[in-house]
């Protein structure tokens, strides 16, 4: 929510019904005479309780709040932030997994910070937002526990039973106010519980947590269509991505000049459905893009079997020297790395030499193997879907992710996927998967509603909005668009 449009605090405070009306002058009077936040202020003077805070600066910043109290931080993943860095903009890593990063801020809506983090990561970060003060304490004790050479640091109000789980012994923490609620701890991000509120309130957890989703899969997802075919005479197809308008239309121009068939994007998103689209023989891909990094666009395909051959030149003028370029290498299976401003000469060369080992690779050189890999993935689906009939859900999930592995830019295996994880409870890893079949088809109707539904029942209610408002032009006929503005004129 941009920063003009989001509501003040204390009126959210008042709304919700966490303080009084004289209790908010007293408050405000307070921050006057010495500037600091809200809501910790509001905690300090015992007006109301970390969840109820927390709520109200969910409602305020649209991301879920995070309750520091009750969760479980391994401190290897504090390797991440350097202590400087987390005490300058209050921010911890509470959770590290895969690709991905749970990060606790203060302030939430810091994108810069989230974009840096994603940058030097490689990771994908979910912002949660804290309360202040609470925050500023977690990170000196966590960062404190690191340096002494712990393993974790836990906080006060974890469940003994959930310890144990985990094989860590409960230990003596600093008092700390009292945080009902929902437990949020390291592999609860993956459970579902049964007394899960489902009513549409805010829920106040590091992910959200839900019983299965109510999800739509009546409507079928049409087949993509083929590859365009190479021109006569073509001699190959080069995907060029570059948000930089001059660079991208100089780079098409000398790349058409030598005879190569350019298709192009200025976004990565965008670079995602050409791939999908014309299987370039070669991508060259500029570091820093809007939506989605050139990083994130190149280790995607490179772990996948139907892209994985096809050669990366990324280009940057962020990063430079060796050491860099073989990072890169290491790390995302960047195939050459040119850096910003270059000569184009070094380009042409590096095109060339990048065409002709492509050709001379192992990998599939003709489009009847990129075809039986389609089959494959297609294949996959099928298996699970008759894991599905018999009840068994893990082995249709595991084979909806083998599905992904060969073809992780096929929209109907993250859709199908992310409803069977709705219908085990997995709800973030199906919000993930929506996610991503959105990104592939932005227009595809039952992903928007779909994932609409799963924010709203998370309890997410900012980001069900903002999922209703773009379904309702994709909708299929005016009574469906007329019931969902209906609906939201419910949820605003």
Not at 164 to 192: C, H, K, N, Q, T
């Amino acid at each position: 929510m941009p920063s003009s449009e989001k509501k003040p605090l204390g009126k959210i405070l008042l709304q919700q019904k966490l303080v009084s009306q004289k209790q908010l002058d007293e408050l405000l009077k307070k921050q006057q005479a010495e500037p600091g936040r809200l809501a910790s202020k509001a905690l300090d003077a015992g007006y109301t309780n970390e969840v109820g805070l927390l709520k109200a600066l969910s409602e305020q910043s649209g991301v879920p709040g995070i309750d520091l109290q009750q969760v479980v931080i391994a401190l290897g993943n504090l390797d991440l932030v350097p202590k400087e860095i987390a005490e300058k903009h209050l921010i911890i890593p509470v959770l590290v997994r895969d690709d991905r990063i749970f990060l606790a801020m203060a302030d939430p809506e810091d994108k810069r910070i989230v974009d840096e983090l994603e940058f030097v990561t490689g990771k994908k970060v979910f912002p949660y937002v804290a309360i202040h003060s609470t925050l500023r304490q977690v990170i000196e004790a966590a960062y404190g526990a690191r340096a002494r050479g712990g393993q974790y640091w836990q906080g006060p109000n974890v469940p003994a039973d959930y310890l144990a789980s985990l094989g860590i012994a409960p230990e003596p923490s600093p008092p700390a106010p009292e945080a009902p609620g929902p437990v949020v701890v390291e592999d609860r991000f993956s459970e579902s519980t049964a007394d899960d509120d489902l009513s549409g309130e805010m829920r106040i957890d590091a992910a959200p947590q839900a019983a299965p989703a109510v999800f739509d899969d009546t409507q079928e997802i049409p087949v993509p269509t083929a590859a365009a075919p190479r021109p006569a005479g073509s001699q190959g197809t080069i995907l060029v991505v570059d948000d930089e308008e001059e660079i991208r239309k100089l780079v098409i121009r000398v790349l058409e000049e030598r005879g190569f068939r350019v298709v192009s994007a200025d976004r990565g998103l965008e670079a995602l459905r050409i791939v999908k689209e014309h299987s370039p023989d070669l991508l060259v891909l500029d570091a820093m893009l809007p939506e989605v990094h050139g990083f994130d666009i190149c280790r995607r395909l490179k772990g996948s079997a139907k892209y994985g051959h096809i050669p990366v030149i990324m280009i940057s003028a962020v990063y430079r020297g060796w050491r860099f370029a073989q990072d890169l290498k290491n790390s995302y299976g960047v195939d050459y790395f040119i850096e910003k401003p270059f000569r184009i000469s070094d380009l042409l060369d590096t095109v060339e030499r990048a065409m002709k080992n492509g050709r001379q690779s192992a990998a599939p050189p003709d489009p009847s193997a990129n075809k039986k890999l389609s089959e494959d993935a297609e294949k996959e689906l099928d298996l699970g879907v008759e894991r599905y009939k018999t009840g068994d859900i893990d082995g249709a999930i595991a084979h909806l992710k083998k599905g992904v592995s060969i073809d992780p830019l096929s929209h109907k295996l993250h859709y199908h996927l992310a409803l069977l994880f709705g219908k085990k409870g997995l709800i973030y890893q199906a919000v993930q998967e929506l996610e991503t079949a959105v990104d592939l088809q932005p227009h595809h109707f039952q992903s928007l509603k779909n994932l609409a539904v799963l924010y709203q029942k998370a309890g997410f209610k900012l980001k069900a909005v903002e999922m209703w408002e773009r379904a309702i032009p994709e909708a299929p006929d005016e009574q469906t668009r007329k019931g969902i503005k209906e609906h939201l004129v419910s949820l605003l």
